[in-house]
């Protein structure tokens, strides 16, 4: 929902449709960073982030345009504000691209902001923050004939799982290009009216995510990543051909603490993706 798809574009274009926008940035609470976010007319959200790699979006059905917001995210707060703003000059924009000069309104929310993660994790509680609206048109940008990429080589781990009445999904990949191993966690969960999505994430060269062999079938995996990741895990493939997925690996998320990754409720996969011809496949493709 968050940026626009490129779309009814032919060889050599890329079309990106008519969109709006009204953000707004909050008072920080407790060490996260708040921002208020519409994505299109009727979907707002707010979206929490810290250093480290802790995430957390809640969004909502409500009413988002020129003239304020109007939305309730249930337990965790509501948001009631008028927007008033002075237009800033845009410039439309250059060749490859042509479209109509966005419209972009600087001002300010009035009104009633409140927000209050779980258990208090962050709070806020304002009448007044500094905000944005912006309407771009669609754009074409004529991007003449593309280069093909060389393939990437990637090595990956996934599990999936329960921990603590939640759904969790692991993924920790090494991609050649980037050099350094990318960990993440995340949960989705329905809590009302609203949906709330927490995300953690590593991109440590001082974390570990070792395969063995480099070839076919991995065998073995050993992953020790860094904050807001705690503790090691280890894949191993049993020969009856089962998958022993252990340890004490633990990630954070907002509002939510510390969660197992591991156990008895999760499962893994691993393989190796080295495409042949451009074309990606995978001895035994992830089934998490």
Known sequence: MALPGIAGAKPGYHVFPEHFSLEASLPKSNGYRISLNSFGHRWVGVTLSRRGGETAHYY??????????????GRFGSVHARFTGRSVKREPPQAPCHARRPIELRGRLEGSIRFRGEDGYATVASKRVKASYEHGFREVCDVGVVPPRKPSIFDVLSARGKSEGR????NAFYL????????????????GRVTAWKLSISENEKSRLEFSPPTGRPQTVTVKPT???SGSASYAVQPDGSVDWSGDLRVSFAGLGEVGLTGPG???EACHIR???GVIKCENQPSV
């Open 60 to 73: 909502a059905r409500g009413k988002a345009n020129r003239r304020g917001v109007d939305v309730s995210f």
């Open 167 to 170: 759904t969790i999904r692991f």
């Open 176 to 191: 050649e290009s980037i050099g350094v191993p990318v960990i993440s966690a995340s949960t989705v969960e329905r809590v």
């Open 266 to 268: 999760f499962q893994a």
């Open 275 to 277: 495409p042949p011809h």
């Open 227 to 229: 904050f807001p990741f």
